[in-house]
């Protein structure tokens, strides 16, 4: 069975992609990664915070309004607390091209248009295969109004691809007023491929001690349904290649993904709960249902589920929202 897929250009052995997580800041944990099977490893981010720290100026001014009042404790991590500074991200990725032959995707994270952006030539030349650029704003402002965010993003692709050859993705967020509007812009802008979508950390509020609190949750199979839609969508709109994260925990999941759209998929929560044997065991499961259905390759089955191609179009759009909503009511008026 052929599980092999093409995604920005790279050549993958099949579609299961280590995500963006710190296991690629340790160099056994990568190798291991690929020694199970891994088709790609993607960097965790650089961020834009990181670079700004690194220049005096931006670094006396955090250190000024850090202790102005207790809810500005640690609202920034001080530079020793990112996993790796810039520097050090840079030498991270030339091991990790040295330690293992599958493609390594550099990240950056950030949210405005400035000279961060120009480490997309560094991380370059520190020999990433490909870059996935990070865009994740949180606004505040009542001035920033959608169009200025999302010109904002498409501005940022075109300086970032003005700075490098190699594939560029754009990791996007799920809360835009028009997906399929901002999607087809950066495409236009040169993006060379979409991943769907952030996952975004949501903080918790500690009624006791009156804190704010930092939480992390891995993800779960039912996060993949707002991915499936908006795949299927996508696929059947914009000429880039797709890649998936979040949600994926099983084959079944990894399948779906891929017949929704997605020609890679990329995992992070079932390698960490699971171990990196994760990805041989559910590549395999994936051969074994494509071969018991006859399936001639994965390739066969990319986006044969999604808005053009699949059998019934209104499950991605209203008509689905109204169908369910109708269901469910008839349902609970029968108990």
């Known amino acids: 069975m052929d599980l092999s897929t093409t995604y920005l250009g790279l050549k993958l052995k099949h579609p299961l992609v280590v995500g963006a997580s710190p296991m690629a800041g340790d160099l056994d944990q990568v190798k291991r990664l690929e020694d199970a099977g891994a088709a790609a490893i993607v960097m965790h981010s650089l961020f834009e915070e990181q670079l700004l720290l690194e220049q005096s100026a931006q670094q006396s001014y955090v250190d000024a309004f850090e202790n102005a009042n207790a809810e500005a404790m640690g609202f920034l991590p001080k530079p020793a607390e990112y996993q790796l500074g810039p520097n050090e991200y840079l030498e991270q990725i030339r091991k990790v091209k040295a330690a293992v032959k599958v493609p390594v995707i550099g990240s950056l994270n950030g949210v405005t248009n400035s000279g961060w952006l120009d480490y997309a030539a560094m991380i370059q030349q520190a020999g990433a295969d490909a870059l996935e650029l990070n865009v994740y704003a949180l606004p505040t402002n009542a001035e920033d109004n959608a169009a200025t965010l999302e010109t904002r993003t498409v501005e940022m692709v075109k300086h970032v691809k003005s700075k490098v050859k190699i594939p560029v993705a754009v990791k996007l967020s799920p809360f835009y007023t028009s997906t399929v509007s901002v999607a087809t812009q950066l495409v236009a802008a040169g993006a060379d491929g979409l991943v769907l979508f952030n996952r975004f950390y949501q903080p918790d509020i500690d009624i006791e001690q009156l804190e704010v609190r930092h939480s992390l949750e891995l993800s ?35 399948l779906k993904a891929v017949m929704a759209g997605a020609s890679a998929v990329q995992v992070v929560s079932a390698i960490l709960k699971e171990g990196p ?59």
Do not use: F
């Open 220 to 254: 779960t199979s039912s996060e993949l349904r707002l991915r499936l839609r908006w795949l299927a969508i996508l696929s059947a709109k914009v000429k880039a290649p797709l890649a998936v994260t979040g949600g994926v925990h099983t084959a079944s999941d990894a």
């Open 277 to 335: 044997t994760w990805i041989s065991k559910t590549r395999d499961e994936m051969k074994v249902w494509l071969e018991s259905r006859e399936y001639a390759s994965l390739a066969q089955g990319l986006g044969s589920m999604n808005l053009t191609r699949c059998p019934d179009p209104g499950v991605y759009e209203r008509g689905n929202y109204m169908k369910v909503l109708r269901t469910w009511s008839k349902a609970s008026l029968g108990r």
